[in-house]
């Protein structure tokens, strides 16, 4: 039988998921409020309580989302935003929207923050940005800790770890304000661009609510207090987001147990990225490998698809965009040279997990793959 498993595929997703978004959908339709309302707010209020915060603000976008974040906490021109060398580039380009400069820090041996390297620049940023990558949290505790002794405020970027958790505390919970990317394909995601930011301070959150809407009061939407943008949460949005809350949970265990199974019978040689021990939400399943597009095209003959999250060091496309010399980060380097993903969804079966391990393992044991 001919071997077939995408990277990611939403044909792979339930019907009775569909007939559900369609009904929520059929629902936004019929009230006629597209842009605000109840839905909205009704998703928000859900989202504010599954997290542990007490207010959520639904925006356009992730990018939307961090940038609106760090005007909120008072970031923008003359101010420094630390953030990891290696992630993707919407954190940096978040930090650029306000008029801040990033400051790049490298990563660790597992992809996130270094905090060793962050405690140790010569200049105490403004804010600093972790990001959970690929599923995985950063030290929060520890960085929290620092954050609160240097008056350094924090902004989660959480796009990739909606319900990863450490200490019994979610993602998106442990700062100034933690922000969602709710990107179709993320573990938890809408039908089209979306995003939230989560915040534990109501006055926050309504300023939050004034930028995303051209920076409007919130009693008058004509009377403008400050040059805001457009970018809401729309009904349509949120209704889906609603019923997809429903599943996040068990979605989750899902990828936890795919990503169990990787850990378990890839060959020891392949290098995983992020250990079991991360307690992460795999969000990706990245391993390290010598020849990358060698990997991605054998997985691809074996009808496997992969990607590579991500190719670039997302500091040094920064650095190239603004004319700046690139620095050296060297573990940013290293993942960036041979990181590949592996298929892992909450459609995925634990099968099609164990085809893709003994496709690799054949490889490695073959030569065909180092
Ligand atoms: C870590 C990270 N930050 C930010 C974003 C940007 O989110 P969006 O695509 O919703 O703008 C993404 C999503 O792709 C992401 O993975």
Known sequence: MKIEIPYFS??????????????????????????????????ESEWAKSVGTSHAVGVGNGLDGLAIALRVLGIGEG???A???????????????????PIGVDVDENGLLDLEKLFLLNEIPDAVMPVHLHGAMVDMPRLSKWAKQKGVKIVEDASQAHFASVESKYAGAWSDAGVFSLYPSKNFGAIGDAGIINFHNQEYANFAKSIRSYGSEISNKY??????????????????????????SDWNRHRIKLGKIYSEKLNPNFNILQSEALNSVRHHFPILVNDPTKVCNYLLENGIGTDRHYPEIAANTYYKFYNKEPSIFKNA???????????????????????????LNEGLDSGKIK
């Open 83 to 101: 953030v990891p060398a290696h992630t993707f580039i919407a954190s940096w380009l978040a930090i650029k929207l306000t008029g801040a400069e």
């Open 10 to 43: 939403f044909k792979k997703a339930p019907k009775t998921l569909k007939e559900e978004w369609k009904e929520a959908i059929s629902h936004v339709i019929e009230q006629g409020q597209f842009i605000g309302g109840e839905t909205v707010e009704l998703f």
């Open 223 to 248: 009377f403008h207090k400050i040059p805001g943008v457009n970018s809401r949460l729309d009904s349509v949005q949120a209704a889906v987001l609603s019923v997809n809350l429903k599943y996040l």
């Open 79 to 81: 101010k420094t935003v």
């Open 333 to 359: 380097k290293n993942i960036t040279e041979r990181v590949i993903s592996l298929p892992i969804s909450q459609w995925h079966s634990t099968s099609e997990i164990e085809i893709v391990c003994e496709i």
